[in-house]
């Protein structure tokens, strides 16, 4: 597989259940990104990690739980969540160097909480 | 906060019709600038990027786009657009001290070409 992977691309769960977004990227980056895209908005980041650390957390609610083992893998791990968390999940790596940073995305992972 | 404004949400045009997305900034220091396309059920591709250099980018699909640093614009340019153009653009700028490769995306701007 070449590009970002992101796993499941649909998903439905209620406001109890714990689930948890994959991404994976083939590129050899060394930086990966969560989004979230919801209709009429701009992406809101949510975090970043360089090198496996995470360097930003952009007061995203603890419900949202990022996890990345290596370098490769990125998890978003969700529970509790509100209706209001409904929308597209996207990954995103780059090789971030010198400032310059062409990210790559993923095709996204379809939220709806009921 | 540095932020990026798209002044364009929802544009309608013809086939053949010229187009000129805007896109400004809000941040005095070096930039990157980005162009991105979500064509409808596809992901995020980009379209072009500036980094430094000539002002004018040139990317796929016939877009270009002008970086006019006393204007903190980078406004996305097509001379004939086609139906296949429909699609959503975002632009998006990394602030170029930036070592975390953080991206500020605007709000978008959907476009629709009508055959």
């Known amino acids: 597989e070449t590009g970002v992977t992101q796993t499941p691309r649909h998903l439905v769960m209620g406001m109890t259940n714990k689930k948890s977004l994959k991404c994976e990227q083939h590129?050899?980056?060394?930086?990966m990104y969560w989004y979230k895209q919801s209709a009429k908005k701009p992406l809101e980041l949510m975090f970043v990690?360089?090198?496996?650390?995470?360097?930003e957390n952009n007061s995203v609610p603890s419900r949202f739980s990022p996890e990345c083992p290596n370098s490769s893998h990125l998890f978003l791990h969700l529970h509790t969540l509100q209706p209001e968390d409904s929308a597209l999940y996207l990954c995103?790596?780059?090789?971030?160097?010198?400032?310059?940073?062409?990210?790559?995305f993923g095709p996204g992972t379809r939220l709806t909480v009921l | 906060a540095q932020s990026v404004s798209q002044h364009n949400h929802h544009v309608i045009l013809s086939e053949a019709a010229s187009l000129e997305l805007g896109c400004n900034y809000s941040?005095?220091?070096?930039?990157?600038l980005f162009w991105y396309v979500q064509y409808p059920g596809q992901h995020l591709q980009l379209l072009l990027k500036?980094?430094?250099?000539?002002?004018l980018v040139k990317g796929i699909k016939g877009f270009e786009a002008e970086f006019i640093k006393s204007k903190f614009s980078f406004n996305l340019r097509k001379p004939s657009v086609q139906w296949s153009d429909t699609a959503e653009y975002f632009c998006?700028?990394?602030?170029?001290?930036?070592?975390?490769?953080?991206?500020?995306f605007g709000q978008g701007t959907t476009l629709q070409v009508k055959p």
């Open positions: 941040y005095g220091g070096t930039v990157n």
């Open positions: 990690y360089n090198f496996k650390e995470q360097t």
């Open positions: 998006a700028v990394t602030l170029g001290s930036s070592n975390t490769g953080k991206l500020i």
């Open positions: 995103a790596s780059s090789q971030v160097a010198s400032g310059h940073n062409e990210q790559f």
């Open positions: 500036y980094f430094s250099g000539d002002p």
């Open positions: 590129l050899g980056h060394n930086a």
